[in-house]
Antibody, heavy 121, light 112 residues
Framework: EVQLVESGGGLVQPGRSLRLSCAAS????????MHWVRQAPGKGLEWVSG????????GYADSVKGRFTISRDNAKNSLYLQMNSLRAEDTALYYC??????????????WGQGTLVTVSS | DIVMTQTPLSSPVTLGQPASISCRSS???????????LSWLQQRPGQPPRLLIY???NRFSGVPDRFSGSGAGTDFTLNISRVEAEDVGVYYC?????????FGQGTKVEIK
């Protein structure tokens, strides 16, 4: 059974940093692209970042480019999102999602339950 | 960035009746590899999103066959042949042809 468990969220002041983690199990993590998607309270889905299966391709939403960095550790079956210079508008539930086999994230087929990030002074 | 526009934004439907959601992209979603990376997701209240359809018309594992996808290029449609109570939620289209990936605004399906 595919499982994705996000962690690392919490309350953080504007301008500070936070690192999210996603622990994956139930599939061969190193063979799949991965995504981070967020959802602000009461709002729609916003794709944040993605990484191909071999880390050869990464992408970012314009709203986070230059501030957030996605990475993966295939040996640890883990996905990460380093978030710097956080702003109030980054407040959201952050989901980790599994992408396509040996691709760059053509779809997102399994999702975690999310970790909540609140940016406030 | 590719802009995804869904219509309608709200769709009250009668149980057992069909429903249809349109998604239009600002650019063609045909990738240089020949695939069209357009998917549909359902988000029930209080739940994470769930993949329904990928690459325009491929139904994901476990998805009932009352859900179907169609379209090409820039115009895509999700059809529900007979709406059931469990179909209530918000539906999103998503493009993954180009970075950054983008979602439509979401269409809320509710029962009349």
């Amino acid at each position: 059974e595919v499982q994705l468990v996000e962690s690392g969220g919490g309350l953080v002041q504007p301008g500070r940093s936070l690192r999210l983690s996603c622990a994956a199990s139930g599939f061969t993590f190193g063979d799949y692209a991965m995504h981070w998607v967020r959802q602000a309270p009461g709002k729609g889905l916003e794709w944040v970042s993605g990484v191909s299966w071999n880390s050869g391709n990464t992408g970012y939403a314009d709203s986070v480019k230059g501030r957030f960095t996605i990475s993966r550790d295939n040996a640890k079956n883990s996905l990460y999102l380093q978030m710097n210079s956080l702003r109030a508008e980054d407040t959201a539930l952050y989901y980790c999602a599994k992408g396509d086999y040996r691709g760059s994230g053509g779809y997102a087929d399994y999702w975690g339950q999310g970790t909540l990030v609140t940016v406030s002074s | 960035d590719i802009v995804m526009t869904q219509t309608p934004l709200s769709s009250p439907v009668t149980l057992g009746q069909p429903a249809s959601i349109s998604c239009r992209s600002s650019q063609s979603l045909v990738h240089r590899d020949g695939n069209t990376y357009l998917s549909w997701l359902q988000q029930r209240p209080g739940q994470p999103p769930r993949l329904l359809i990928y690459n325009i018309f491929n139904r994901f594992s476990g998805v009932p066959d009352r859900f179907s996808g169609s379209g090409a290029g820039t115009d895509f449609t999700l059809n529900i042949s007979r709406v059931e109570a469990e179909d209530v939620g918000v539906y999103y289209c998503m493009q993954a042809t180009q970075y950054p990936r983008t979602f439509g605004q979401g269409t809320k399906v509710e029962i009349k």
